[in-house]
């Protein structure tokens, strides 16, 4: 099971979001971080816990491993509130519940 | 790069099978894992499976006994079947791709197709 936190994220334009996922059991570095925008299919941004989906911006980056793992977006833009996910593969895959990032 | 898109009907009976087909253009389907998803409305999504180019395929296993999926590589396509469905069967349905360097991680998504599950 993953559980992500906050549910909602209220932030400024320029402002630095940082957003968790943590996994019930250890997924080693087996962890993937989506953009969903409404409307839209999901958008896979990191891999692997860190590595960056080809096209994806350098201000998205991910870290950690186990358990624990963080999304950050060094500084925010226009375009990047939408809701965030976490994805992770053990004998099979799921998401977790997601992290709103709405413009405060 | 490759596309995809999702088709087949909108509105699915109790008890019946939905069944659907995503047609990837832009690559071909050989060496890949092709995988369907689903998201009911304001929920995660969830995995129903993949099938790979050479017709090996593995489901989730909480829908494992009520899923099929096949390849048709003369076509460039594949397909879901999902038998018995319910109304918790209603959900956005997506088809993905995973990506060559992850074995879990999918880069290449369909725009999704709405089925409702309704008499």
């Known amino acids: 099971v993953l559980t992500q936190s906050p549910a909602t994220l209220s932030l400024s334009p320029g402002e630095r979001a940082t957003l968790s996922c943590r996994a019930s059991q250890s997924v080693d570095t087996y962890l993937a971080w989506y953009q969903q925008k409404p409307g839209q299919a999901p958008r896979l941004l990191i891999y692997d816990a860190s590595k960056r989906a080809s096209g994806i911006p350098a201000r998205f980056s991910g870290s950690g491993s186990g358990t624990d793992f963080t999304l950050a977006i060094s500084s925010l833009e226009p375009e990047d509130f939408a809701v965030y996910y976490c994805q992770q593969r053990t004998n099979w895959l799921t998401f977790g519940g997601g992290t709103k990032v709405e413009i405060k | 790069q490759a596309q995809l898109q999702e088709s087949g009907p909108g509105l699915v009976k109790p008890s019946e099978t939905l069944s659907l087909t995503c047609s990837v253009s832009?690559?071909?389907?050989?060496?890949?894992?092709w995988n369907w998803i689903r998201q009911p409305p304001g929920k995660r999504p969830e995995w129903i499976g993949f099938v790979y180019f050479s017709g090996d395929t593995y489901y989730n296993p909480s829908l494992e006994s009520r899923v099929t999926m096949s390849v048709d590589a003369s076509k460039n396509q594949f397909s879901l079947n999902l038998s018995s469905v319910t109304a918790a069967d209603t959900a956005i349905y997506y088809c993905?791709?995973?990506?060559?360097?992850?074995?879990?991680?999918?880069?290449?998504w369909g725009p999704g197709i709405m089925v409702t599950v309704s008499s």
């Open positions: 993905a791709r995973r990506l060559v360097a992850s074995n879990f991680a999918f880069d290449i």
């Open positions: 832009g690559d071909s389907i050989g060496i890949y894992y």
